[in-house]
């Protein structure tokens, strides 16, 4: 990332000045640094709120305006300017239908450009650290071999940009979940489960499509970043359920016979992610079962 090799060009140049280096000095020398970084990172996160469900949302009909119009948005620009029809289809999960032998991945373009903005945070994040041990061993004049876990442990600088860093991968990584699920995968969830009735609309068909989302999350991110997306996702997921019961709208209506239906939806649900092939999907799966 240029960012993080002209971080490390500049500090680099700045101990080469043959003259004597205060402590004042090394310290507006972060201070820039960090300002570029808390500005880069802020820039990253600037991902809209719109996909992030409120928990008003939850227990009422849920209509994400915000939703359809990103989503057009999308589709418009992705679109031939004569072809009116195919932005209907990109209004429709890209032409993915839940029903096919071979359901592909239904993840958008955009939620794909999230993950690669978890990796860049990851990468800024493990960068921040090590450019932090090189100015305490530069300001010391000491070499890092042999350098103490007590004196690593004194390493302090950029304590911010590291805070607004791991603050915005939760906030991104929720963002990506809420967008994968409410957006990206609405067809074949929310608007499709349930729908008119129970028997006919069952969640199957969704759980291809989600398995299949689940392994392009994992092929993008790094391993670093799949736990807190993984956790996100399967977060939403939950929401999306649950909302789909508390909120029906009036397409959907449930009978006392219906239970044993939904609960089973409800567990298969749980199982991909606790028994999908991904290594990485299937321990976060198993390590969140009991807080659902």
Not at 50 to 76: H, I, M, W, Y
Not at 136 to 156: D, E
Request: proline share 3%; net charge positive.
């Amino acid at each position: 990332m240029d960012l993080i090799k002209l971080a490390k060009v500049t500090a680099d140049e700045f101990f080469e000045i043959p003259v004597g280096v205060r402590d004042d000095m090394v310290q507006d020398l972060t201070d820039g640094l960090e300002a570029l970084f808390r500005d880069y990172i802020t820039f990253i996160s600037a991902c809209g709120m719109c996909f992030v469900v409120s928990p008003k949302q939850r227990t009422q009909e849920f209509e994400p305006d915000g939703f359809l119009r990103a989503r057009r948005n999308e589709a418009k620009l992705h679109a031939k300017p004569s072809t009116v029809d195919e932005v209907q289809l990109g209004l429709q999960g890209s032409g993915n239908n839940p029903n096919t032998d071979h359901p592909r991945s239904s993840t958008s373009r955009g939620t794909q450009r999230l993950y690669i903005r978890l990796n860049t945070l990851y990468y800024l994040l493990a960068n921040l650290y090590a450019l932090d041990k090189s100015l305490t061993f530069a300001r010391s004049g000491l070499s890092p071999v042999g350098w103490s876990n007590h004196h690593l442990s004194s390493c302090h600088h950029f304590e911010h940009a590291r805070s607004a860093a791991q603050s915005t991968i939760q906030y991104v990584s929720k963002v990506g979940a809420h967008r994968l699920i409410f957006l990206d995968s609405r067809q074949s969830f929310y608007d499709g489960l349930y729908v008119e009735s129970v028997a006919n609309a069952r969640i199957h068909s969704g759980l291809r499509i989600m398995k299949q989302n689940l392994a392009l999350l994992v092929s993008i991110l790094t391993n670093r970043a799949q736990p807190m997306a993984v956790k996100e996702v399967m977060r939403a997921a939950f929401e999306a359920f649950l909302m789909v019961l508390l909120a029906r709208g009036t397409e959907r209506a449930f009978v006392r016979e219906d239970a044993e239906a939904v609960l089973e939806d409800f567990l298969a649900l749980k199982w991909v992610f606790c028994s999908c092939g991904e290594a990485t999907v299937a321990k976060v799966g198993r390590q969140q079962w009991r807080g659902v």
